[in-house]
């Protein structure tokens, strides 16, 4: 179940949510401190770490030392 960073739109307090991705569709999350249901998404800034060298943004592992077959073991369809 994921956990939702939210606004109320109300009273502005900001929480955080574990609800199912209904519940947050169909607006059944209410804020904790007034208990309205008029809430706003918080978005949050996400690090990506990326490696030195790497032969492909998309592949994963393709930059790593134990990956001497190129991107993706040299199956990349990405063509790197």
């Keep these: ?3 939702y960073d939210l ?3 109300d009273c502005q307090k900001e929480f955080n949510a574990k609800a199912t991705v209904q519940e947050r ?3 059944l999350i209410s804020c904790p ?5 008029s809430l ?3 978005y949050k800034k996400v690090n990506v770490l990326r490696f030195k060298g790497k032969d492909c943004d998309v ?3 393709s930059g ?3 990956n ?3 991107c993706c073991g040299g199956a990349c369809s990405h063509h790197h």
Aim: with cysteine; proline share 12%; hydrophobic share 15%.
């Design 33 to 37: 401190s007034c208990g309205s249901s």
């Design 59 to 61: 592949c994963p592992g």
């Design 1 to 3: 179940m994921p956990y």
């Design 40 to 42: 706003a998404t918080i």
């Design 7 to 9: 606004r109320c739109e």
């Design 68 to 70: 001497r077959g190129g």
């Design 25 to 27: 569709t169909y607006g």
């Design 64 to 66: 790593l030392p134990s």
